[in-house]
């Protein structure tokens, strides 16, 4: 597929790092990036860096997380920073399951009481809204409205479905929630950048392959023909960003692939990945973070949500064969 500027493409093997014959790219400074860590990050985001890059045990990511769980077994506490307060909330659970699955935990009791927890918090179609209601008002980001009877969205709902059909999750609440993604995903015609990410994520771990593929089809030439994707970042001007969101705030081809074996992989040229990537790489500040493209509304929701962004940057980098696996340690100096 993409669009009529040539035909698809079976994502390439990456190169090994440090390979004679891998071909010259920009060179993030991991070294640098572990700096910013632990300067400005959390500890959840301290011990992930730990966990992905330094061959640090998941059990203390594990731990950190786990101080975001609450009795209803859902996630709050502003672990998406762009909600405060301890309610638990659809965008939590996101965040949480992606850093389970990233540990390879997403299973057990843990899920189970998640799922009960999600069954009670659905809407009537058995969907997720992206902001719960509350009896008191907590502070969230002004691009997620509090509603007093809010619909499901596919923005949350796609995400949470797809990690617990990629990490075989059975639960009666997948039922009637994967309906919900099939039929919002199949009929979508006008969307935008954000719920077209939830679509992937949504697709990726659906267990109906076949299925899957034609509806990611379908999508990514919706991308393209709707200018939803920057294909070149040197000519960011030709695609502005969707109504509603910041200045800047634009979204490129590996913010839909994040890795290689993505359904999202096959909507770009090897050439259009190569410049995103390019750009990404590139994209590393002189603090040895990476940016955050969406409006900054409040300054702890800023500053939590840059060491979340360079994880990130760090983990598509890594998929695509652009850095090491880990933090290089000098050796011990030799005697003279």
């Known amino acids: 597929m993409p ?8 994502p390439p093997a990456p190169h090994p790092p440090h390979s ?53 077994g859902g996630y709050g506490h502003a672990l998406d920073p762009d909600l405060r307060g301890p309610l638990s909330q659809p965008l939590h659970t996101a965040h949480a399951l992606r850093v389970l699955d990233s540990l390879g935990r997403c299973a057990g009791q843990r899920i189970e009481r998640l799922c009960r927890h999600l069954t009670g918090v659905s809407t ?23 509603h007093d009877h809010p619909p499901g969205e596919l923005l949350t709902t796609g995400p949470v479905v797809g990690l617990l059909h ?31 990410q939830s679509a992937v994520a949504f697709l990726d771990g659906v267990p109906d392959r076949a299925r899957a593929a034609t ?24 695609f502005p960003p969707a109504p509603g969101y910041a200045p800047g705030e ?17 909507w770009f040229t090897d050439e259009e990945m190569r410049r995103s990537l ?19 509304w409040a300054p702890g929701s800023s500053l939590e949500r840059r060491p979340i962004a360079t994880l990130e940057a760090l983990l598509t980098l890594r998929a695509y064969g652009r850095l090491p696996a880990q933090v290089s340690r000098p050796g011990p100096v030799p005697p003279r």
């Open 3 to 10: 669009g009529d500027e040539a035909s698809p493409q079976s």
């Open 20 to 72: 004679p014959h891998a071909p010259h790219f920009p060179q993030p400074d991991l070294a640098r990036a572990e700096r910013f860590v632990w300067l400005t990050a959390r500890v959840l985001e301290q011990r992930r860096f730990a966990f992905h890059f330094l061959g640090g045990d998941a059990d203390p990511v594990d731990t950190a997380l786990g101080s975001y769980l609450n009795p209803d």
């Open 124 to 146: 009537p179609e058995g969907a997720l809204p992206v902001v719960f209601p509350s009896p008191r008002d907590y502070p969230a980001a002004p691009y997620h409205p509090v």
């Open 166 to 196: 990629r990490n075989r999750v059975w639960h009666a609440w997948l039922f009637r929630a994967t309906d919900f993604c099939w039929d919002r995903v199949e009929n979508l015609h006008r969307s935008h950048p954000y719920e077209l």
């Open 215 to 238: 509806a990611a089809d379908r999508l990514g030439r919706l991308v393209r023909e709707q200018r939803l994707v920057v294909l070149d970042p040197r000519r960011r001007t030709d």
């Open 250 to 266: 634009q979204l490129f081809p590996h913010d839909f692939a994040r890795r290689p074996e993505s359904l999202a992989r096959g």
């Open 278 to 296: 390019d750009f990404l790489a590139a994209a590393q500040q002189q603090d040895g973070g990476w940016p955050v493209r969406r409006e900054a």
